[in-house]
């Protein structure tokens, strides 16, 4: 038969064990969340860009909510949330209404999503110019070009391309 002193260091040492366990957990949950996070971050990007086209067309936070495949409104406004301008690092703009990606060949891609008071929606590829100072259209629709100079957003194109 065991002590009253076995027993109570035996529940001490169990108690312990139990703490150290559950910080092992949280981290590898950790850990195990950011792996998600980078093997997913492409098809999450795929959809962020689906939900800003959606915005573009008028489509309530319910209806992107119900499209995702939730009822949770908080859910629908996560999303928007990142649509609108992004909650990570790699996802944050301050110009939501247009993403600029670089390309491998020295030209980048802006998307539009409701860009200017026309509310337009489209893609183009560009380069800088031989000036440094401005940016030409290679392929794709011109009028992001013409709306991101009107806006006043050629410096900031420049600067993104530029990396």
Do not use: C
Not at 1 to 21: F, N, Q, S
Not at 45 to 67: D, H, K, N, P, T
Request: glycine share 8%.
């Amino acid at each position: 038969m065991a002590t009253k002193k076995e027993i109570e260091d035996i529940v001490l040492a169990i108690k312990t064990a139990r703490a150290h366990e559950k910080i092992a957990i949280a981290e590898a949950t950790k850990r195990a969340r950011l792996v998600i996070e980078e093997e997913t971050a492409t098809e999450h990007e795929a959809i962020v860009e689906e939900v800003r086209r959606a915005l573009v067309l008028g489509m309530s936070a319910r209806q992107i909510g119900l499209a995702y495949g939730s009822s949770d409104p908080h859910t629908a406004r996560r999303l928007i949330t990142e649509a609108l301008g992004g909650t990570t690092p790699d996802t944050i703009s301050s110009h939501p209404e247009w993403k600029l990606t670089t390309n491998e060949d020295d030209t980048f891609s802006i998307t539009a999503y409701g860009l200017g008071d026309g509310k337009l929606s489209g893609h183009g590829v560009f380069k800088i110019d031989e000036d440094g100072e401005n940016f030409s259209l290679v392929e794709g629709d011109m009028f992001i070009q013409v709306q991101l100079y009107r806006l006043g957003y050629k410096d900031v194109v420049l600067e993104e391309a530029r990396g």
